[in-house]
């Protein structure tokens, strides 16, 4: 890479990191940790591409985006930010920021978003958005590379008059990645319409939605259960939506390529939807989320007049490898629940063992007929979760979490069956003595009041 590079960020380990890798890479580097220093070199003339923070000691990164843009037109910015919520990324997308990437960051990454941007030049700003106040939070958060991904590819359909078809398990907000986008979007002050099958009954329907709409955003809900007749008036007012010309919006649980091909949804159809494709990640793809979700959902409840409450490690641990079937809104009625029976204000091991034990579940990783080998079995429940992510891979670190998966129930068994012995387990299980112990540190097994299986 050739050029200059603005680094501001008020951690003085990233600019360290930044400043080494940049100019490794043959870039020249200036690194502050003032929004005030960083707008001077702006104004000077200074660098090619700016990679800035978000919360400083001095603003706010992202306010300083439209003055960057007025003074030095086609400068690209790249935002990093430690708020890892779709608003950092919707407000990174308004201010027509080059990129955004959340914190913690890859390197690798980053270094290659940067060599683009000094190839390309940033596109000419947009005009100004009619402006509206905007809550301070979404209740959409996550730091998760598939969240994050989701939130950059909302930022980008926001704006664009592309019809958008949002897919999705039950309780993973496909109606709220819908609603944000109307929200955010050039449509926000227009109507937001939910049309189910009642309102498409009879031949006046799709007028009546149209008339409501006044150009908004009509969002069709669920659009794999409707049957083909209505499905067509649906292609018709797509194609004659009058004056108004709303978008419009899908969501759908099913594979809506996998049903047009089965024929239970019109060809014609799925291709006027599929304009835009988001597709909203299940709990099973973001696990490292789900305290995010927990200490979101119990401030939600405190702010609400309910008691203060947290949870204790192993509560979270137990909410972790839960698997969630009804994903986040289960998530939610989970804690919820928790925060009103609750003895105490940490809520324990064996208060979220009882509201779990009440859950539906996914099935378990280990399993199947009496017969079965072990490694079909493994097998055929690894092609099960591989199958739930759709055309997606599964997060990354599969095999250490397969690993982990395996080998907890392998050794707390085990340990079981010998009663406790560490030295018995060990060669029972052929492993080193201090191996078995380092183990049991790692995965976090209690060894305390181990009863020998009969």
Same mark, same amino acid.
């Given at each position: ?352 063992? #009882?509201?779990? +034990?009440? @859950?539906?579940?996914?099935?378990? $990783? %280990? *399993? ?48 079981? #069956?010998?009663? +406790?012995? @560490?030295?018995?387990?060990?060669? $029972? %299980? *052929? ?24």
């Amino acid at each position: 890479m050739d050029g200059t590079i603005l680094v501001a960020d008020d951690d003085r380990t990233i600019r360290t990191v930044l400043t080494q890798a940049l100019t490794r890479a043959g870039c020249k580097v200036h690194a502050t940790s003032s929004l005030t220093t960083l707008m001077r070199w702006v104004g000077e003339g200074k660098g090619d591409v700016v990679i800035t923070d978000v919360v400083m000691p001095d603003g706010n990164g992202l306010e300083m985006l439209p003055k960057i843009s007025e003074d030095r037109p086609g400068l690209p910015v790249i935002v990093i930010s430690a708020q890892n919520t779709i608003m950092t990324a919707i407000q990174a997308a308004e201010a027509e920021a080059y990129d955004y990437l959340p914190k913690p960051f890859d390197l690798p990454d980053l270094m290659k978003r940067t060599g683009k941007a000094l190839e390309q030049k940033r596109r000419v700003p947009a005009a100004s958005q009619t402006e509206g106040e905007r809550p301070d939070e979404l209740p959409l958060v996550g730091r998760t590379p598939a969240m994050q991904a989701l939130y950059r590819l909302v930022a980008r359909v926001m704006n664009t008059d592309l019809p958008v078809l949002i897919s999705g398990e039950s309780g993973t907000g496909k109606s709220l990645i819908a609603k944000e986008i109307h929200d955010f979007s050039d449509r926000r002050t227009l109507p937001f319409v939910v049309v189910n099958v009642a309102d498409l009954n009879n031949l006046e329907g799709p007028v009546r939605v149209l008339a409501k709409a006044k150009g908004g955003t009509i969002l069709f809900d669920e659009i794999g259960d409707i049957d083909d007749e209505i499905q067509a008036r649906i292609v018709r007012m797509m194609d004659n939506p009058g004056e108004h010309n709303p978008r419009f919006m899908a969501t759908s649980q099913s594979n809506l390529g996998d049903a047009m091909e089965k024929g239970t949804v019109r060809q014609d159809l799925y291709y006027r939807l599929n304009g835009a494709t988001v597709h909203v990640p299940s709990l099973r793809e973001r696990v490292d989320d789900i305290a995010l979700l927990v200490e979101h959902f119990l401030a939600k409840s405190e702010r609400d007049g309910s008691p203060v409450r947290v949870f204790s490690e192993d509560a979270m641990e137990m909410f972790r490898a839960y698997s969630w079937p009804g994903n986040v809104r289960q998530l939610e009625n989970a804690v919820r629940r928790l925060v009103l029976t609750a003895r105490a204000e940490e809520i324990s091991q064996a208060e979220a063992e #009882a509201v779990l +034990g009440s @859950q539906p579940q996914v099935g378990p $990783l %280990l *399993g199947g007929e009496d017969t079965e080998k072990l490694t079909a079995a493994v097998g055929r429940h690894l092609r099960r979760y591989f199958d739930l992510h759709g055309n997606m891979l599964p997060p990354a670190g599969l095999y250490a979490r397969i690993l982990r998966e395996i080998e907890l129930p392998l050794i707390e068994i085990a340990l079981d #069956a010998t009663g +406790g012995n @560490q030295a018995k387990c060990a060669d $029972l %299980l *052929g492993i080193n003595r201090n191996t078995l112990r380092k183990k049991i540190t790692d995965l976090d097994i209690h060894v305390t009041r181990r009863r020998k299986l009969m």
